[in-house]
């Protein structure tokens, strides 16, 4: 390997541990920080009556969204960083394509989560460090896909990786992601009220980033694929992965809710918690089967 891959590996994994600690932090406070502060009714911009936490880390966002996102530092905490430091591990010790695309793929994870809570949290104490971690695992991804020789990862898949159930699941989970959330802004926009679940936020984080960056990726991986180039399988594992995290994240932050007094209707839980987790099912094991099929 040559002196100028080595110090991008270098500089990788130095970011990467730069990510690693920056998520201990904000999770481990997100779950831990309390205060003596109790729920309360508040009138916001649209005129709707919000009952926001009012503790804790997140004493100004919405008693229906804290939950949900201290459900997030725990899988982060518990499933995420460990997920991400066997990654560093295993690239430091290996350093071959295969650990640079695992690696790769749970700094997509960490990128969709930074993503989430630098513009989807209201601003706290932490504000900073979610700057600093959107900071870290965008350019950091960005550099972990360009240590990787695109030509070389193409010719090293074998040809019995079930393309097929991939292509349907990627054209499923465009579709899905879509049909997910896409009623709830026409239903808004035909009643000429806010969007249902907006609570005290100026947009729902979710639906752009689900709407506006995950399905369209998912389409552009399906192309990508049918060609067989390097960047198509890129795309796939960080998919896959995003998907599984999410999978494993709905049901935990579910959990928070209940415990938290939040009512949550059983068609909300079978529309949207069981048909992702039934999604992530699937992207587990292509996401298992794409690293197998190394040549």
């Given amino acids: 390997m ?112 930074s993503t989430s809570i630098a513009f989807g949290v209201t601003y706290n104490i932490l504000h900073l460090l979610y700057i600093a971690l959107f900071a870290s695992t965008f350019f950091g991804l960005i550099l972990a896909i360009r240590s990787i020789n695109e030509k070389q990862l193409a010719e090293s898949i074998k040809e019995t990786l079930p393309t097929k159930g991939i292509n349907r699941f990627l054209v499923f989970s465009g579709v899905a992601l879509i049909i997910a959330w896409l009623p709830d802004i026409i239903a808004s926009l035909v009643s000429g009220h806010s969007l249902q679940l907006i609570q005290v936020y100026t947009t729902v984080i979710t639906y752009v980033l689900d709407m506006g960056i995950i399905a369209p990726v998912a389409i552009i991986c399906l192309f990508e694929l049918k060609k067989r180039t390097g960047m198509g399988y890129i795309l796939l594992t960080m998919l896959l992965s995003i998907c599984s995290i999410i999978g494993v994240m709905l049901p935990i932050q579910s959990i928070f809710q209940v415990l938290a007094g939040v009512e949550i209707p059983i068609p909300a839980l079978i529309t949207k918690v069981a048909s992702f987790v039934i999604l992530a099912a699937f992207a587990i094991n292509f996401n298992f089967r794409l690293f197998k099929n190394f040549k």
């Fill in 2 to 113: 040559g002196v100028n891959m080595k110090n991008k590996m270098n500089t990788l994994h130095k970011i990467t541990i730069l990510i690693i600690a920056l998520s201990i932090i904000i999770s481990l406070t997100g779950l831990v920080y309390v205060t003596q502060g109790q729920p309360y009714d508040f009138v916001n911009q649209y005129g709707d009556i919000i009952k926001m936490h009012g503790n804790g880390l997140y004493v100004n966002d919405s008693h229906f969204m804290a939950p949900l996102f201290r459900g997030t530092d725990f899988t982060m905490l518990f499933v995420g960083i460990p997920l991400l430091i066997l990654a560093l591990v295993l690239d430091i010790k290996k350093n071959t394509l295969k650990t640079r695309l695992f690696l790769v793929s749970i700094i997509s994870m960490f990128t969709y989560y």
